[in-house]
């Protein structure tokens, strides 16, 4: 049902959608990228004290 909404839209509300689709995607993914790079640091520390 999304998806025959979409394609029905005209041009500038597809594009409206694609831009609230990549704002909504840009928070989940920059958690993901601090807590990854966090988990990384966290492990190369934790690498350093063992030896």
Do not use: H, W
């Amino acid at each position: 049902m999304c998806y025959a909404n979409a394609t029905g839209a005209t041009k500038d509300g597809q594009r409206a959608i694609s831009r609230g689709v990549i704002v909504l995607l840009l928070p989940p993914l920059g958690f993901m990228t601090v807590g990854v790079g966090l988990a990384f640091r966290y492990g190369q520390r934790r690498d350093r004290e063992r030896q």
